[in-house]
């Protein structure tokens, strides 16, 4: 599976962003679909997910400003963040390929969002 991300870049404190990740290659394997995110000297933290049902998880830090999305038919996931933070300024990754030991079995190679106050 390929995932290819989009939509990162740089805005103002208080804008939005939309990004995009489209899955393509053994689609078999895309099960759960979700967004990741790595600041500068820190650790890769979950920021949301979704099943291929519609389920979601969106931690507690973003959970009122960012909203994850997918289309199944485009083998697309999105994440809709609003209200940015400089905080939220990271690279952020999609994968999928969940697997039950919890981790995800594909990455995309990123997309970076930087936020300005």
């Known amino acids: 599976v390929q995932l290819v991300e989009s939509g990162g870049g740089l805005v103002q404190a208080g804008g939005s962003l939309r990004l995009s990740c489209a899955a393509s290659?053994?689609?078999?394997?895309?099960?759960?679909m979700a967004w990741h995110r790595q600041a500068p000297g820190k650790s890769r933290e979950l920021v949301a997910a979704i099943s291929a049902g519609g389920s979601i998880h969106v931690v507690d830090a973003v959970k009122d400003r960012f909203t994850i999305s997918r289309d199944n038919a485009k083998n697309t996931v999105y994440l809709q963040m609003d209200s940015l933070k400089p905080e939220d300024t990271a690279v952020y990754y999609c994968s999928t390929g969940w697997t039950p030991s919890g981790g995800y079995d594909y990455w995309g190679k990123g997309t970076l969002v930087t936020v300005s106050s």
């Open positions: 290659g053994n689609t078999f394997r895309i099960n759960v």
